[in-house]
């Protein structure tokens, strides 16, 4: 009778440790899960978190009050493709010879490791969810890496099933560490707008007048000694549509682009809120970024291509367990070379080898050896889709300086002080003064360029 008394009162206490252990086995052991949210064609301050007053995204904000923006984060090319392929790779664009958005006939080589690859390898269980954009066969899972692999297709780009998608994947997986990407079409329906099109993800209502739209911002004009090349490039409507707009056209689109981060921002919440219904937040971290920005009216630009800080600025926010709240970092962050490593280092996947990019995870947690780096490395080739115009530029960006130069036109190059002209609409070129600075960032982007096998060929440019 007492034994069976015994164990009539230690069972609950078993069962209750066995529960205990394996969800200890499942979610405590150090390997969270990882969740990566990409929006498409957001600049860097299109969001509340940066500042910026037109625009309500609650989420976003809820993102950077719970863990660390980096208010310094740049795409490795502000073009869909090869963006996308940078930051899946951790290699740049013409390393991986994925330079413009990728034709019916090309394909990404199978000598680079994908990142869903790498974690799935890991023991992780991945899945990918939304715009794709690679020229990576879906099919093709023993390259990609991710098991769960949905709405990509063309057709399905619809943002508003997304969080379903998601939603089912956490559901089946939240017993076990998973990384999953969601990648959202807003706001790029601003291209459809500008045109005239039907949107591809979502509806906008009629925008208002232009007195009721956001100003123009600061940088509206056409700066001064700017490469002639970079209105040559602006040969095809579909693309650029804004060549001859008014500046009341112009208020219009920034209107337009707001409410569609807005729309984008309405989702990410909803996935969110998905992580919370299976218990999730306290074991995810959570990656936020964009695969590029886009002019947002900045030099009468919409689009993305050049090089100007609106088209390669992006945002980039970690959070999660053990990262840092509410914090704005300054760190100088490549997307497309830092994503990889990033999610390596919280998932414990090993590295292939060759990556340049580095892990934020140490700085995001406030490890003493965080480290910084002196400069950032962004390229572009203008094109027309998947046919390239036969332009290439690169840009080295430090803490306060910006050099751009492109491998066609009269004028080539651009030199910005950031920290005096964020807006950059003060070429520095012909400036005395800046001539020693000039110099040292043409032989540092010079040597990146020999270091990383980059034929793009600076100082026989200059000469």
């Not at 269980?125 to 769960?148: N, S």
């Not at 900045?298 to 291509?305: D, L, R």
């Not at 509410?326 to 999610?343: I, M, R």
Request: one cysteine or more; a negative charge.
């Amino acid at each position: 009778m007492r034994i069976c008394i015994f164990i009539k009162n230690i069972l609950p206490v078993i069962l209750c440790l066995v529960w205990w252990a394996d969800g200890f086995g499942q979610q405590g052991t150090g390997r969270p899960n990882v969740l990566v949210i990409m929006t498409d064609q957001q600049t860097a301050t299109a969001m509340e978190a940066a500042g910026n007053t037109y625009l309500s995204t609650p989420n976003m904000n809820w993102l950077a009050r719970r863990g660390v923006r980096y208010s310094r984060a740049y795409c490795a090319q502000p073009l869909c493709t090869p963006s996308r392929v940078s930051m899946f790779t951790g290699r740049m664009p013409h390393e991986t010879g994925i330079t413009i958005n990728a034709g019916p006939g090309d394909k990404l080589s199978r000598q680079w490791e994908m990142l869903g690859k790498t974690v799935h390898k890991a023991g992780y269980r991945t899945g990918y969810v939304g715009k794709w954009h690679m020229p990576v066969d879906i099919a093709d899972k023993e390259h990609h890496g991710f098991d769960y692999i949905e709405n990509t297709s063309r057709s399905d780009w619809k943002d508003a099933s997304i969080p379903s998608y998601a939603a089912r994947f956490l559901k089946e997986h939240k017993d076990e560490p998973f990384f999953l990407v969601t990648s959202f079409e807003n706001p790029h329906d601003i291209c459809e707008w500008a045109r005239g099109d039907e949107l591809r993800s979502d509806e906008l209502t009629n925008a208002p007048a232009p007195e009721a739209c956001p100003p123009l911002p600061p940088n509206y004009a056409i700066p001064d000694l700017e490469p002639d090349i970079v209105r040559a490039q602006q040969v095809d409507f579909k693309t650029y549509p804004t060549v001859d707009w008014s500046e009341d056209r112009w208020r219009q689109y920034r209107w337009a682009y707001y409410r569609l981060v807005e729309k984008v921002d309405y989702y990410i919440g909803r996935v969110i809120e998905s992580l919370r219904r299976n218990n999730l937040i306290d074991n995810t971290v959570i990656i936020f970024t964009s695969d590029h920005g886009d002019g947002n009216a900045a030099h009468k630009w919409n689009q993305k291509q050049v090089l100007y800080e609106e088209s390669v600025h992006v945002p980039f926010i970690i959070t999660g367990p053990g990262v840092r709240q509410d914090v704005t970092a300054e760190l100088l962050v490549n997307t497309g070379l830092d994503l990889f490593p990033t999610v390596c280092d919280f998932t414990g996947a090993e590295l292939p080898s060759g990556l340049r990019g580095i892990s934020l995870k140490p700085e995001a947690t406030g490890d003493k050896t965080a480290i910084s780096r002196p400069f950032i490395i962004a390229e572009t080739e203008f094109a027309l889709n998947d046919k390239s115009l036969g332009i290439r530029g690169r840009t080295i960006i430090t803490d306060q300086y910006k050099y751009i130069v492109y491998d066609k036109g009269e004028l080539k190059e651009q030199l910005f002080d950031l920290a005096a002209d964020g807006g950059e609409m003060n070429n520095l070129v012909f400036s005395r003064e800046h001539q020693e600075i000039l110099s040292a960032l043409r032989r540092q982007l010079s040597g990146w360029c020999g270091e990383t096998g980059d034929n793009f060929d600076v100082e026989g440019i200059t000469r």
